[in-house]
């Protein structure tokens, strides 16, 4: 049992450049997060869903896009790379009583 | 707008000592969960507190929520080099998609 399975780890981008994280979970969990952490700022969600075919906004979610067309895939996309999107990416999936976290993808945007 | 505050930010000890975290909200969550966070990995969720006065004990460690579900502490019994980490609690509100309040964290170090 993977758990969430994030991919890349790291990832170093230029400025303009566009790319996809790719998050997986194999525990047939309906909610699905993306969060960005920063140093001394926390966890902040970037964009969530309820379930297959359905996503909201959460906290940040300027410059980021997000898709969920099954249960298992939520992958989010940066189009036109910022500096300020430079964080550790974290996808992670829900069921009451708490969230599996993915191991995260460190992005650089040079 | 919820928040949750947590105390200390940082704590560096030495093995054996006793430490408490602290989680302290003016909301009401109907749940409040820990987590430990080691470095270059996600968040692995600790526990789950639901009822006001709860106490949940694993192993060294003691959680307890608050009477009113408004804070939450977390005592770590004789501290080890293991338990180092970023330790977060998160608070689940009333019907918000199962959307996270998280505080900022609590960084321990525990040196041998």
């Known amino acids: 049992n993977a758990g969430v399975t994030q991919t890349p780890k790291f990832r170093i981008l230029k400025i303009g450049q566009s790319m996809t994280l790719q998050c997986t979970q194999d525990m047939n969990h309906n909610y699905m997060y993306w969060y960005r952490q920063d140093p001394g700022m926390g966890l902040k969600l970037i964009y969530y869903?309820?379930?297959?075919?359905?996503?909201d906004k959460g906290e940040v979610p300027n410059g980021y896009n997000v898709s969920r067309s099954t249960t298992e895939d939520f992958p989010l996309r940066l189009e036109l790379a910022a500096p300020s999107q430079t964080s550790v990416y974290f996808c992670a999936s829900a069921i009451v009583g708490g969230y599996t976290f993915g191991s995260g993808t460190r992005l650089t945007v040079v | 707008t919820q928040l949750l505050e947590q105390s200390p930010q940082f704590l560096s000890i030495q093995e054996g000592e006793n430490l408490t975290v602290y989680c302290n909200s003016s909301s009401v969550f109907s749940s409040l969960q820990w987590y430990r966070q080691e470095p270059g990995e996600g968040p692995v969720l600790l526990v789950t507190v639901v009822t006001g006065g709860e106490v949940k004990k694993l192993k060294r460690l003691t959680f307890q929520f608050g009477d009113a579900r408004k804070d939450s502490s977390l005592h770590i019994t004789a501290a080890q080099p293991g338990d180092t980490g970023l330790y977060l609690c998160?608070?689940?509100?009333?019907?918000?998609?199962?959307?996270?309040?998280w505080g900022l964290g609590t960084s321990l170090a525990v040196n041998p």
């Open positions: 998160a608070g689940v509100g009333a019907g918000n998609n199962r959307k996270l309040i």
């Open positions: 869903s309820v379930g297959a075919g359905i996503t």
